[in-house]
Every structure is written in structure tokens, then in C-alpha cells.
């Protein structure tokens, strides 16, 4: 088997006195902790579309990075990429991977032959992961957004026909992602949205994503599917405006239609970003209605309104993160996909390599963090008494059920102006706290 990147070895975990780019600072993947290795907290994931697909083409020029693999015919290039990303996997030690149908192998001429074509790389890959058990799929889905019959969107385009084309790409992307064994299937609504409402049926498209959702749920569990579905919310980019805007609106329009109880969240740092969103308050709406699911790990630029899926670096972001993750209950079938692509001029092999273990760093050391503040305990109890006053007197009522607006009138009446369950929110000392956390790890 061709080796793709012969100068660089296996990466090892040296600790945080190491100088070494090559070797994780942070990241021990076989670090017991309570009870199951660092890489079973963080199931990082590789992306096929960035890692192995993304060149540093943009708007502005072409690709700045080699990603042909060696290969010219794309039936071979399809393989080879395989093959490399498995080498990267292996080298970095991570356990799961993420695609797009087309990642995998691009449309040919007709849907029939793209569907073969497809089937002959899915084989590949399920004989390499048979070979490599340790090798997982997190997540598949399908690209329905690149080709120009998406152009005024897929599940919600004004076209019967393109709806049909949509259904027989999800059906076949659901296919191969129960033939690799994934844990999960994604919906990122990529052009579901639109640019004007002058031409635009909203109320239609809805409607008609929903049905999409529901028939493509329907087909799965009817194959035996039992991962889980996330819908991946995104506010803009390619479209003006995408109906996935956040977490809250796509509670919603599940609630509307009936498929709650269906679907998690996938939830990306930087669409959280471009929502005007903290990554935090993505995750903490996700956990708070019970529909938590995986990450799509990367990092916005605050001063930038797109999607820049850089590496995630800040430790503050993967910290209160991590602290999300944990408080609900850790990751089942979801992970930590990289989302994310090295900048378009850090072309090299090795800037690969250097990206992930700056975000596989960062992560760990948030992970880290998380699990000091938590065990700190002071963050959670100062939050516990901040709303001690619900816990007794009228409080408890209210929480009970036992009080009614003229009770509450006649005991605000009788009690006066409030004053002693007004307290500081001490927001300065808490961040102070976390510093200090962050500052003392072992
Ligand atoms: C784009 C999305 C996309 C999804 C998968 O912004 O993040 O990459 O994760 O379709
Ligand atoms: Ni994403
Ligand atoms: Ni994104």
C-alpha cells in the first residue's frame, strides 16, 4: 500500500513540555478517564470534504494544495483518497470519519452511474474498516447543494422534479451510510432557503422539507437504521437566509410537523457564530430541550461573516464546550467531527497534520477543563444558589403549581419591595474563576 505521507510517523502523545510540532501536547488517546480512554470521551472525527476533497480554492483563485492524491481518473482517485485518509486517521489517531456521498466519489454522467460508481468506493471502504475495526463512520450525507439542479434548493426547490432527484440521492446516501455502519445521518439544509420572498412559497417549502425529513426517516428505520438524524442549523451562506437559522428555529419547525422526536442537533461552532450565537448557547438550547447530538468542531473569525471552518484553537470555546457535552451525558452516537480546513495558505502535507493537533489539542485541554470546573464545583453551586429562592416559600409554590396571579398579587402586596433574593450575578469573579481553572491544570 502507497504511503502518502512517508515523512511523517505515527503522533505520539509526548505531554506539555513537548516542543515537538509533530506530537500531541494534550490529546493522550489511551489516557484512562473515568473508565474509558480520552479517545472515547472526544470521538474525534476526520472530514472526507475538507480533509480530502478541500484544495483552498475560493472566490478569489485556485487550489493552492495537491489534493488529486497521484490519481487523474477519478474512479482511482476515489480510492486513493480512501487510502489516505485512512493513513491520516491512523497516524493521528482518530477513530471516525465523516462524508458527503459526492466526497466520496463525484456525479458521472447519469444518477444510475454515479450510484454505481458509489457503490464500487463504499465496498472499498467497508473492506478497509473490516480490515481496521478501529476505523468508524460518525456520520454521512448527502451533498445536495453543489450541482446546478440545486440552484433554488433541493427538499425545498419550487421543482417537483428536483425534489425526486433529491429523495434518490438521500435514499442511496442513506444506504451507504447503514452499509458502513454509521452512527449518525446529517441534514445540512445547504441551499434550503432563499434570496428573495419576492419569488418564494415559504410556506410550501416548509412543508415540503418536512415531508422530505419524514419519508427519508421512514426509509431508514424500514432498512434497519438505528443510528441517529441530526439536522445541522446554519443561518446563511449559500442562501440569504436558511430556514436552519439556529437551534431554537429548527425546534420549532420540528415541533410543527410532528418530527421531534426524530431528529438531534448537529451543532457546528461557527454556524453558531454566524447566528450571532455563542457555540455555548447553541449547545446549552440543544441540551436543554434533550436534542443533543454531535459537533461539527471548528472556529469562526468573529470579524468575518462566513463560514472560515478554521481549526479550533480557543480554549475558552472548547472549555464551556466540553462543559455542555458533559452535563449531557457525554456523546452517545455523536462525536467531534473537524468541520474545518487548513488555511488556504497552509498548503503543505505537513499543515495538515499541524491542524489537527491544534484542535485535537485544544479539545483535550478543554475536555480537561471542563471536567476541573465541574469537579471545582463552585461555578455550579454558585449558579444552584443564585436560584436557591425556588427552592422554598412562594418559590416552591410557584414550581408546585400551587399559586395563581391573585395569590401572587396578595403576597407581593404584603411583602413589599424585594431585597433579599436579589444577589450579585458576579459575573467578573466567575470569569475570573474560569481563568484561574484554565491556569492550573495538571
Ligand atoms: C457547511 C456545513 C457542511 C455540513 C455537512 O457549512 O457545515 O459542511 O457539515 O453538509
Ligand atoms: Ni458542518
Ligand atoms: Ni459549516
Known amino acids: 500500500m502507497r504511503e502518502f505521507f512517508p515523512n511523517i510517523g505515527k503522533i505520539p502523545y509526548e505531554g506539555k513540555q513537548s516542543t515537538n510540532p509533530l506530537a500531541f501536547k494534550y490529546y493522550n488517546p489511551d489516557e484512562m478517564i473515568d473508565g474509558k480512554p480520552m479517545r472515547e470521551h472526544l470521538k474525534f472525527a476526520l472530514s472526507w470534504w475538507h480533509t480530502m476533497g478541500g484544495d483552498g480554492t475560493d472566490m478569489f483563485g485556485c487550489g493552492t494544495a495537491d489534493k488529486t492524491w497521484g490519481e487523474s481518473d477519478p474512479a482511482a482517485r476515489a480510492k486513493a483518497k480512501a487510502d489516505a485518509a485512512f493513513e491520516i486517521m491512523d497516524k493521528l489517531s482518530i477513530d471516525y470519519f465523516c462524508f458527503h456521498d459526492r466526497d466520496l466519489s463525484p456525479e458521472y454522467g447519469t444518477l444510475a452511474e454515479t450510484n454505481a460508481k458509489l457503490d464500487e468506493i463504499v465496498d472499498y471502504i467497508a473492506e478497509k474498516m473490516a480490515a481496521d475495526p478501529t476505523k468508524k ?21 419550487p421543482s417537483a422534479d428536483v425534489f425526486a432527484y433529491t429523495a434518490a440521492q438521500i435514499k442511496k446516501a442513506i444506504d451507504a451510510t447503514i452499509k458502513l455502519g454509521g452512527n449518525g445521518y446529517v441534514f445540512w439544509g445547504g441551499r434550503e432557503g432563499y434570496e428573495t420572498l419576492l419569488n418564494t412559497d415559504m410556506g ?16 431508514a428505520r424500514s432498512q434497519g437504521y438505528t443510528g441517529d438524524f441530526y439536522i445541522e442549523p446554519k443561518p446563511k451562506e449559500p442562501t440569504k437566509h436558511q430556514y436552519d437559522f439556529d437551534t431554537a428555529t429548527v425546534l420549532g419547525f420540528l415541533k410543527k410537523y410532528g418530527l421531534d422526536q426524530d431528529f438531534k442537533m448537529n451543532i457546528e461552532a461557527n454556524h453558531a457564530t454566524l447566528a450571532q450565537h455563542t457555540f455555548q448557547h447553541e449547545l446549552r438550547v440543544a441540551r436543554e430541550n434533550g436534542v443533543f447530538g454531535s459537533i461539527d468542531a471548528n472556529q469562526g473569525d468573529p470579524l468575518l ?46 499543515d495538515i497534520f499541524y491542524s489537527f493537533i491544534a484542535g485535537m489539542d485544544t479539545f ?79
Not at 312 to 337: H, R, S
Open 204 to 219: 410550501l417549502e416548509l412543508d415540503n422539507m418536512a415531508r422530505l425529513l419524514r419519508m427519508a426517516v421512514d426509509y
Open 305 to 350: 461573516g462566513w463560514d472560515t471552518d478554521q481549526f479550533p484553537t480557543n480554549i475558552y470555546d472548547t472549555t464551556l464546550c466540553m462543559y455542555e457535552v458533559i452535563k449531557a451525558g457525554g456523546f452517545t452516537n455523536g462525536g467531534l467531527n473537524f468541520d474545518a480546513k487548513t488555511r488556504r495558505g497552509s498548503y503543505t502535507p505537513e
Open 137 to 157: 463512520l460518525l456520520w454521512g450525507t448527502a451533498k445536495c447543494f453543489d450541482h446546478p439542479r440545486y440552484m433554488h434548493g433541493a427538499g425545498t426547490s
Open 364 to 442: 483535550a485541554l478543554g475536555f480537561k477543563a471542563a471536567r476541573a470546573l465541574i469537579a471545582d464545583g463552585r461555578l455550579d453551586q454558585f449558579v444552584a444558589d443564585r436560584y436557591a429562592s425556588w427552592t422554598t416559600g412562594i418559590g416552591k409554590e410557584i414550581l408546585d403549581g400551587k399559586a395563581d396571579m391573585a395569590k401572587l398579587e396578595q403576597y407581593a402586596l404584603e411583602k413589599g419591595e424585594v431585597t433579599d433574593s436579589l444577589c450579585s450575578g458576579r459575573q467578573e469573579l466567575l470569569e475570573s474563576l474560569l481563568n484561574n481553572i484554565l491556569f492550573n491544570l495538571d
